[in-house]
């Protein structure tokens, strides 16, 4: 009963931050967040208020992680890992795309232990993404990952007593969620069968694009800094907003059965599911009528 009823209270204060945070938009920034989602050249805008937010290149990068996380509002949200050598810029990469995203609506963890996620609340996690800094930091529960990933649900059994008479009883818990994940790793071996579960992006190492961010760098005088910094602000609030304007929605594509793809390995199985998905989360952000 007591599991239950903290569920509810969970449950509660979710819906109330989320109706909260949708409170917030007044008519102006509604209609401009509106304005932002029938742009005819979305992609193009998204890639520029990137730039404008201080994000040198990976173009390609910024536009798959920007549409995984739109992704979340589908019924099998996309799983996204960031790979690079250390300091190449992978966990920059992976928080320009979360600060697009609505605060209330990102789980953000530097580590996390092998059975939190089978006892976090149904709703903690529904339609959000969850974020952990380092691959390494969730190797205790990868396993977890790979069940929600696949399944979008996991379970356990768990031992405890009974309070009316001590004795011990076996719990099941079983907790289903609707969450994009999105990982950063240095890692050059990681595990397979979470591998071919995720997109993976790779850094943009080359030397021009080193001095491209040496450039960006040195621009940053604290003048200019100032003025970039309420830009940037307004550039975020301006996506956020449009991004709580965005609701569940099931996505079908009457054109899936004329697509193509690679089949010369088995692992393009996971794949195919995950170019589907990639379309559908275009669809989902496609401009709409004004």
């Known amino acids: ?21 949708s409170q917030q938009i007044t008519n102006e920034d509604r209609e401009a967040a509106l304005n932002l989602l ?11 208020d990137f730039n404008l937010a201080g994000v040198v290149g990976e173009e390609t990068n910024k536009l798959v992680g ?3 996380g739109v992704s979340r509002k589908l019924d099998k949200p996309l799983a996204v890992v960031i790979q690079s050598s250390s300091a190449a810029g992978k966990s920059s990469l992976m928080d320009a795309v979360l600060s697009f995203m609505p605060e209330d609506e990102r789980v ?23 974020a952990i800094s380092e691959e390494e930091g969730a190797h205790t529960a990868s396993y977890a990952l790979k069940l ?5 649900e996991v379970t356990i059994a768990s031992t405890g007593k009974d309070d009316s008479n001590g004795q011990l009883i ?32 790779t850094v943009n190492e080359s030397r021009e694009q080193t001095e491209a961010i040496h450039h960006a760098q040195r621009l940053e ?26 609701k569940p929605l099931a996505v079908i594509n009457p054109y899936a059965d004329q697509l193509t793809f690679l089949s010369d390995k ?13 379309i559908d989360s275009i669809a989902l952000f496609t401009p709409i009528p004004a």
Request: charged share 30%.
């Open 221 to 246: 005088t604290y003048l200019a800094r100032s003025r970039n910094q309420i830009t940037k602000e307004a550039i975020l609030k301006l996506h956020r907003n449009a991004q709580r304007l965005l």
């Open 66 to 68: 920007y549409l995984a």
């Open 148 to 152: 929600l990933q696949s399944e979008g």
């Open 38 to 48: 029938r742009d005819k050249n979305l992609p193009e805008r998204i890639l520029a």
């Open 1 to 21: 009963m007591l599991l239950a009823l903290e569920q509810q209270q969970l449950k509660k204060n979710t819906d109330d931050n989320i109706q909260t945070a």
């Open 108 to 130: 953000q963890y530097s580590a996390m232990t092998g059975q939190s996620l089978f006892y976090m609340g149904e709703t903690r996690l529904k339609n959000k993404i969850l």
């Open 170 to 201: 076996t719990r099941e818990y079983k907790v289903e969620y609707l969450v994009m994940l999105f990982l950063t790793t240095t890692a050059i071996d990681i595990d397979e069968e979470l591998l071919n579960r995720c997109l993976v992006l």
């Open 266 to 278: 088995t692992r393009t199985r996971r794949d195919h599911e995950k170019y589907l998905t990639l």
